[in-house]
T-cell receptor, first 114, second 115 residues
Framework: AQSVAQPEDQVNVAEGNPLTVKCTYSVSGNPYLFWYVQYPNRGLQFLLKYITGDNLVKGSYGFEAEFNKSQTSFHLKKPSALVSDSALYFCAVRDPYNFNKFYFGSGTKLNVKP | NAGVTQTPKFRVLKTGQSMTLLCAQDMNHEYMYWYRQDPGMGLRLIHYSVGEGTTAKGEVPDGYNVSRLKKQNFLLGLESAAPSQTSVYFC??????????????FGDGTRLSIL
């Protein structure tokens, strides 16, 4: 079965500091990985994706993610956090054998303090 | 461009009542999905559709039915609501792209409480 895990329920970081939100995956076959952000009372918004190629993927709002096949990880990063980055972040994997299915992690709440 | 629109935004039901949640997308996407979001559990797929007139079960389909009579609309029905179905429901849509690299577009959710 395909799955992703987000080991941290919450991440706290000071504004201006780098941030990392962790995600590990378990996939049979090549992984198709995504990061989404959710603001209060809103739906999920797409940030970035890894399909193939360069292990460092750049996305919206200055976020990037590093794909590491040996560690089966896809951590979300940003060099300098903003208070407005505070939100709920979800990692997701698309089932390589059934492209219609996505599996989401449990989410990580990012708190950026001024 | 409205994207994905869900109606209603909030609803309170009594146990045993029925209701239908509507999802509409204006992006001409082939695929549509219904998820439920519960605290600490992320999103779980209820049902999905790969095109007009076709539907399929996801991870947690019991107690729900769906229909996709038109490409732009995907309806989620609860025939006899139960307190365990209290949740936030999200609809999403996506297109088919090369290497399956198309992300999903989400609506803002329907907050449903079953008393």
């Amino acid at each position: 079965a395909q799955s992703v895990a987000q080991p941290e329920d919450q991440v706290n970081v000071a504004e201006g500091n780098p941030l990392t939100v962790k995600c590990t995956y378990s996939v049979s076959g090549n992984p198709y990985l995504f990061w989404y952000v959710q603001y209060p009372n809103r739906g999920l918004q797409f940030l970035l994706k890894y399909i193939t190629g360069d292990n460092l993927v750049k996305g919206s709002y200055g976020f990037e993610a590093e794909f590491n096949k040996s560690q089966t990880s896809f951590h979300l990063k940003k060099p300098s956090a903003l208070v407005s980055d505070s939100a709920l972040y979800f990692c997701a994997v698309r089932d390589p054998y059934n492209f219609n299915k996505f599996y989401f992690g449990s989410g990580t709440k990012l708190n950026v303090k001024p | 461009n409205a994207g994905v629109t869900q109606t209603p935004k909030f609803r309170v039901l009594k146990t045993g009542q029925s209701m239908t949640l509507l999802c509409a997308q204006d992006m001409n996407h082939e695929y549509m999905y219904w998820y439920r979001q519960d605290p600490g559990m992320g999103l779980r797929l209820i049902h999905y559709s790969v095109g007009e007139g076709t539907t399929a079960k996801g991870e947690v389909p019991d107690g729900y039915n769906v229909s996709r009579l038109k490409k732009q609309n995907f309806l989620l029905g609860l025939e006899s609501a139960a307190p365990s179905q209290t949740s936030v429901y999200f609809c999403a849509s996506s297109s088919w792209g090369q290497n399956s690299n198309q992300p999903q577009h989400f609506g803002d959710g329907t907050r449903l409480s079953i008393l």
